[in-house]
């Protein structure tokens, strides 16, 4: 079930907790948890409903500008049943603790047996440990640049990725990947000596649903938290090549969780 950005974001804030869709039939249940960017998402409840039935209080809860607007939306597939789900924001992902927490000799043990099965049954061949020695030598670069460089397909080496994020072992950032703390441990297993590393970046990171040229751009200013963003001003972003509107309005509402705000705002 695709949600788009500024939704979840709601969703998490509380401001909506209703989607609607037109579907042959459910695509989740209910007790369904989705990882997304903001964290996991549940879906509280799945209804069949009469667009004509629909009410604004539906469209306020759906986060649509207006009862019309929905049903509008809705308009797109009418053959299709039309649907009524109920979502709650239902915490972090769970990956993200994960990833934090050092593994010891016994865990190693268990991460690296999990790493021989998927090099074992992947049809290129042991892929794993090459992955994470790559992303760990390249953080944060472009996943078709990292996947070019092994001479692999990027959406299959993004699927890969996925499988090494899935253990604990990668991030994902709006541009490229980083080792977690996890994965660092796992690599540093496998050298004479830990590598050494540029220190991470402290604070909490850009969202990545401020896209990758705006990512881009604030990172060639020096800006990779959202403290270093409320040194600039509106105005001062949008003079960036890459920054646009819909960057600043995301950027504004994860300065807001935080309780921070753009400069002069």
């Known amino acids: 079930m695709m949600i788009r950005p500024a939704e979840l974001a709601a969703i998490k804030a509380g401001a909506i907790d209703l989607a609607f869709r037109r579907w042959a039939r459910p695509r989740v249940v209910v007790g ?17 409903v009469s667009p004509a039935r629909l009410r604004a209080e539906d469209a306020r ?18 053959d299709d049943p039309a649907w009524r789900i109920g979502l709650a924001y239902a915490g972090p992902d769970p990956r993200e603790a994960l990833r934090a927490t050092v593994p010891d000799e016994a865990e190693l043990a268990a991460i690296n047996a999990r790493l021989d099965r998927l090099d074992a049954s992947s049809p290129v061949g042991p892929w794993t440990r090459a992955t994470l020695d790559l992303i760990d030598l390249n953080p944060t670069v472009r996943a078709p640049d990292l996947a070019a460089q092994v001479g692999r397909e990027t959406q299959d080496f993004k699927k890969d990725v996925r499988k090494l994020k899935e253990l604990g072992l990668t991030e994902s950032l709006a541009i490229g990947y980083l080792l977690s703390p996890r994965g660092e441990a796992v690599v540093d297993a ?7 590393r540029a220190p991470r970046t402290t604070g909490t990171p850009l969202p990545r649903t401020i896209g990758a040229p705006a990512t881009r751009a604030l990172r060639e200013a020096g800006v990779t938290t959202l403290a270093q963003v409320t040194a600039y001003s509106a105005g001062q972003l949008s003079a960036m090549h890459g920054v646009g509107p819909i960057a600043i309005t995301r950027l504004r509402d994860a300065l807001a969780e935080e309780g921070l705000a753009l400069a002069g705002e």
């Open 32 to 48: 369904t948890r989705m990882r997304t960017s903001v964290g996991l998402i549940e879906v509280t409840s799945v209804e069949q």
């Open 61 to 78: 809860r759906a986060g649509a500008t207006s009862l019309t607007a929905l049903k509008e939306a809705l308009a797109a597939r009418p």
């Open 190 to 196: 496998t050298l004479p000596e830990p590598r050494v």
